[in-house]
Structures are given as C-alpha cells and as structure tokens.
C-alpha cells in the first residue's frame, strides 16, 4: 500500500496496481467527451508519427472550439476512447495521453460523487 497515490481534497487513493484487475473502465462505458488541448494534440501527433491536421481528421472531434477524442461503439451499447486497446485493456497511447485521462481518478466531480468512482474503479481505496 505504499504506492498510493493521494490528492489533497480528496477522501480516497488510487492504487495503480489495480489497473492489473480492471478492464478499462476508465475507458469504457457512457459516451462522453476525452478532452485534448492544443499541446496535447501536438504530443499525441509527434507520438504518433503523423500532422496535427492528420490526427485531427483520424481522432478527433472538433466541439465548438474544443476537441474530444473519437469513440468506439461497442456491442454492449458501451463506448470505449478510440485508443483504449481492447485486447490488450490498456491505453496505446499512454505516455501521450491527455491532461484529463493523466489526473483520472481525481476530478473535482469525485468530491462530491465518491460513491461513483469506487464503482467504477478497482483502484481506489479508502483512506
């Protein structure tokens, strides 16, 4: 347990070993919006190899002046982001992956909907 990670404001931890026992659910359920700033955009492009234009065009969805990550419709009526590996039940682009999938579980949301994100991940343990 010495590898808790802990925020303050927030009545829980995440424990990163129990992304091991998960199957994405982080990644995985209602549609939704997946946020990407501008420089992460510009990360996930030099990530992946390919223009900003191209990545927009590819991955993106442009709402209003923002853009979401595209989803994948699953057969359960689920969602899963675009670059959430199914097989493998992890993130292909970890180390690019946007400011909001970086600070999950610690949302401000959470405060005031704990019970939510203890469904939802296995990693969270009480403190």
Sequence with gaps: MNNLI???GFN????????NRCAGNCCIGESGYIWINAQEIKNLALHLNLSID???FR??????????????????????CYFFNLEKK??????????????FPF????????????KECPAIRNL
């Excluded at 709402?63 to 689920?78: M, P, T, W």
């Design 90 to 103: 992890q993130c292909s682009i970890y180390h690019a992956r946007p400011m909001q999938c970086r600070t």
């Design 6 to 8: 802990k925020k303050e």
């Design 54 to 56: 191209e990545v927009k």
């Design 59 to 80: 991955y993106l969805n442009k709402i209003g002046y923002k853009y979401s990550i595209k989803e994948v419709q699953l057969a359960s009526n689920n969602f899963a």
């Design 12 to 19: 829980f931890a995440f424990d990163p070993n129990g992304c």
């Design 107 to 118: 949302w401000d949301y959470f405060k005031e909907n704990e019970e939510e994100v203890y």
